[in-house]
């Protein structure tokens, strides 16, 4: 049966592929192929398993004027964990128009209407395909951006969306489709407001629209609606050294225990804050390098025994954001009850060959996390008994050659080292030395 389907989902791709080549012809129209496959081994060390996922793409483009353009990607995927999944990664409208008041700045109208990706400034609370609309005002005193999107339509294997033990059950469930979430932003951005400094200033927000059927109140399994006010500003301290800061508060409310124990659960609020801090020091004399370090910050509550829907004493202080967001090659927990440190140095050790190993480019960085409280995090382990923050650290080595537009390598090198000792951050056999080795490539015509 999984042959057939196989089979059968090749054929589907085979045949889109065949009629794409012959539109551009008709039609004028712009496409492409991507084919992408990640080819490696992660785990524990004594234990170590291999991994492969590969992805062909089809995209297709068309400007049917300067200001009018429609574009669209579907892909095909398939993994050791599932046998395949085709969807469609994004498919939109977008119109841009010029307006040219007499003596007065040009303004630049942009309306995009389809599927897309729905991100924050930070893409740390909000990065998430959704479909809806985005409108964005350009000016030279002030950019305006607005969207507003439902979630519920992206296949569930391709969501990022996860905020309710309700969306972690989605799994289990073996549900088609992800948390339908409504999700919204508006974004102003004050370019140079002061000095060379440019600041953000935006509000997010998720309304939860899972059925009443999906939910079990009685059990803690409630909606979760979030909100978000944040706060941005980056900029250079020197022509070399640049920064970008930011601070959240995030609201809401979510099913919390009355009291530990006592298995009556009530909606509660939501009061948290999250905050970071990035540096950069380009030195493009020294093979254009780069250093920097950053620190992450994320409240989190002690009394919180889950991660989702998990506070006992009142409302939750542990900040949720609605999608996770990238950290680690290996350990990547969600902001919430968590601080992360740290350092990288990327270079390009032949920026200035006169041949294509000027495109090589090398990333290290390392990774230190720590708990504010002795609370759970997002992964699972982490040693609530214990008074620890320290949590482990982790070591990245990314080796990255694009010789071609249209061609690129790369290796992913990683190991994560828990806290030891008799006082850990995590559960003793929670968590053990872990180690990554990747291959990837990626070719597109």
């Not at 004399?285 to 992450?296: F, G, Q």
């Not at 032949?350 to 995090?377: C, D, E, K, M, W």
């Amino acid at each position: 049966m999984k042959a057939a389907r196989l089979t059968a989902a090749l054929s589907i791709v085979s045949s889109v592929l065949l009629f794409a080549a012959t539109v551009p012809a008709v039609h004028g129209l712009d496409w492409g192929v991507s084919i992408d496959n990640s080819s490696g081994v992660s785990g524990p060390a004594d234990a170590l398993e291999y991994t492969q996922s590969n992805r062909a793409a089809l995209f297709v483009t068309h400007e049917f004027s300067a200001e009018l353009e429609v574009a669209a990607q579907a892909s095909y995927a398939f993994s050791l964990d599932r046998n395949y999944l085709v969807d469609i990664d994004y498919l939109y409208a977008q119109l841009r128009r010029p307006i040219q008041q007499q003596q007065r700045d040009l303004w630049l109208i942009e309306l995009q209407a389809g599927r897309f990706v729905f991100a924050d400034f930070t893409e740390r609370v909000l990065r998430a395909r959704a479909d809806g609309l985005r409108l964005g005002i350009e000016s030279a005193r002030m950019d305006v951006t607005a969207g507003l999107g439902y979630t519920g339509l992206v296949l569930l294997p391709n969501t990022t969306v996860q905020l309710s033990r309700a969306d972690v059950n989605d799994d289990a469930d073996d549900k088609l489709l992800g948390p339908p979430r409504l999700v919204g932003f508006l974004t102003f951005t004050l370019p140079e407001y002061i000095g060379e400094q440019d600041v953000v200033i935006t509000f997010v927000g998720q309304k939860d629209l899972r059925p009443q059927g999906d939910l079990d109140e009685l059990e803690g399994t409630g909606r979760v609606d979030t909100q978000y006010v944040g706060l941005g500003v980056s900029g250079p301290l020197s022509p070399q050294l640049y920064y970008d800061g930011f601070l959240y508060f995030g609201f809401g409310r979510a099913m919390a225990e009355s009291d530990l124990g006592s298995g009556v659960y009530d909606y509660r609020q939501i009061s948290a804050q999250m905050a970071g801090l990035g540096l950069q020091y380009f030195m493009p004399e020294v093979s254009k390098s780069i250093v920097e370090a950053n620190l992450l910050v994320s409240s989190g509550g002690a009394d919180q025994v889950s991660y989702f829907e998990g506070a006992t004493e009142g409302g939750s202080k542990q900040f949720l954001s609605i999608t996770d967001s990238p950290l680690g090659l290996i350990f990547s927990p969600r902001p919430g009850n968590l601080i992360v440190a740290d350092a990288g140095y990327a270079i390009r050790p032949f920026a200035y060959a006169a041949n294509t190993l000027q495109h090589l480019q090398t990333r290290l960085r390392y990774f230190a996390f720590f708990r504010p409280t002795s609370g759970v995090i997002s992964e699972v382990g982490a040693n609530t008994e214990s008074d620890a923050r320290y949590l482990g650290s982790e070591i990245d080595l990314l080796v990255n050659y694009r010789p071609f537009s249209d061609l690129g390598v790369g290796l992913a090198l990683a190991a994560f080292f828990p806290s030891t000792g008799s006082d850990r951050g995590f559960i003793e056999g929670s968590r053990e030395t872990e180690l990554l080795a990747r291959f990837d490539l990626s070719f597109s015509f």
